[in-house]
Every structure is written in C-alpha cells, then in structure tokens.
C-alpha cells in the first residue's frame, strides 16, 4: 500500500485530500498541529508542526509522497515573520524530508502570487505580483520549490483558486447565514466581474492526477465553468428559495470603511479580499487538463450551493481558519443572521 504524509493535513482541504487519498487505497498520515475534528478511518494523526525539521523527517519516513499543504491562510493575520516561518520555512521542511526519503512532492500553492491581475485569464507565464504578506510568503515558498526541482527533485506545484468544499466557513460565513435568513448579500461592486473558485474535492483529483503523472511544473487550478459573481450567487440564492438578493456595494465605499478598521485590526476582511473581490480573477486551465490528465467536477454554482446545504446541515467550526467563522464586531454586524437559529437537518 502506497504511503503520504499530508503536511497540514486535519486543516479544510487537508481533510478532503486525506479522505479522497484513503478511499483510492493510500495508507494516509496526517502532520498537524491541530487533532481531527471529527473520524478519520484508517487514517493516522502525527501531532508536529511543520516549522520543526525533525518532526517532519520523522513524518515522511517510508512515504512515497509529500503532500507540502500546510500554511497559514490570510484570515489568520500573521506577522510577515510568522508567515515566512511557516510557509516558506515548512515549505523547506517539507522538501527536504522528501528528498531524504525519496518521496514525490504536491506543494499546494496559491494563486494569491499572482497578486491582482492585470490581465486575464491569468496563464503559467503570467508574472507575480504578490502585494500583501500572505502572498508574498507563498511566493517565496514557490521560488523555493523552483529551486529545489532545479536541483533535480521531482515536484508539482499546484495554485489552486479560492476553495470551497463541506465545512469551509471564513468568508462565506458572511454570505451563508444571510442568504439563509432571505437578507440582502452585498457584494464587492456591481458583482459582474468573473471570479473563478475551485471544489474541494476537485482539488484533491488534481492531486492525485499530478502524482499518477509525476508532474514536475507549476500548474494553476480552478473550475472550468463559472460566472459572475453576482451570477453565480443568484444561482444559490435561487437554490435556497429565501428571498435573499444580491445588492452592490461601491468599491470605493468599501475600502473608506474596511481600509481603517483594517489598519487597527478590526476588519473581519483582509487586503487580499477587499482589493480582489471585484476584480475578474480566473485562470487558464488548459495546460493543467493537458499534462496532467485532470479535469474539474463541479461549476462555481454548484460548489457555492453544495457549500450552503452543508452549512445549513453542519455549521462546522473547528481549529482550522476556514472552518470557523469571522470573529469581531463588524463580522457580526454583516453575518446579519442568528448562527444560533435551529437550522434544516
């Protein structure tokens, strides 16, 4: 039986990669510094950090592959110092261990390196232009990754879009409860600029296609079918039957209101979501589907209602920054709902 450690592996996507790792018969090992938040199978926890050499050479012993998944995320609001350390310097852990092993690596990466683009559909020659520490962190961590496939070990890099999948909460808890309770659900603009997002488990298939094909590039990743913003939340909201309805908010009123409390520390929203929201932001995937034999499952639409029904059903909450909700005042404020209102089960 074939062996991964997933590296952030208790984490949102880390969760999903090891569930679909598990059912294609991989003996999976999860290294977190957070437990499961619920069963994990057959799947077996290692408690460490991936900021810790040692801990991660000791993870990696007998394994075929290196998943390199862990990293803090922008809504955890890390100095630039505690993003490098983690990833840029688990990004290194990860690698070396590999290369001790002679394990394969999948570094999940972000299209966040692409900083707001300039031009659209972003492709793999598109330069980067990170602008805010989360990203320019991933950044580096990815120029690491060059430098070690450059130095002859065999590793992917995949920069998925924003995920959505069960249990993903953060930002779209925002959205949820509102759409849920038949409220207005602001967005950034007018909400007609084309914004890709990514499936969970559509993810997880890239991953896997890229370790049957031992890809050895970077590839951007993200749904083939999608729409508008405000498209593709009309689309839910004509799901949920409430009501609910898009409303446009003025960009520039938006950074007046977000920029300071932002600057303080009360923004339930990063830079990375106030200066991108409104922007068309999505990828050419053709190089993806081609090398690596991979094709996206589910449309925007149908991940943002999938997402929704699972909300509706879980409200999950957990250690891992995408699956709890926006904390503060102000993120209650725009919630608009109860999340202590009974839901459907």
Known sequence: MPRVLITGGTGFFGAHLGDAMAAEGWDVLLLDVNPPEGPIGDQRFIAGDVRDAAAVRAAAEGCDVVVNNAALVPVTRSTLETYRAVNVGGTKNALAAAREVGAYVVHISSTSLYGVPRDVPITPATPFAPFEDYGVSKTEAEAVVDRTRDDGLVVSSLRPRTL??????????????????????????????????????????????????????GYNVGAERFSTVRADMEALITHAGTGARVVGVPVAAIHAVLRPLDAIGRSPFTPWHYRTAHVPFYCDIADTKADLGWTPRRSNAEMLIRAYEDFLRRETTGASAHHRPLQGIVARALRGADRGRTVRS
């Open 164 to 217: 959505l999948g069960r249990g993903r909460l953060g930002l779209f808890d925002v959205i949820f409860p509102r759409v849920r309770a038949g409220k207005a659900v602001p967005v950034f603009g007018r909400g007609d600029n084309l914004l890709q997002l990514l499936d969970a488990d559509d993810l997880a298939s890239a991953v896997l296609c890229a370790i049957r094909t031992k890809a050895n590039a």
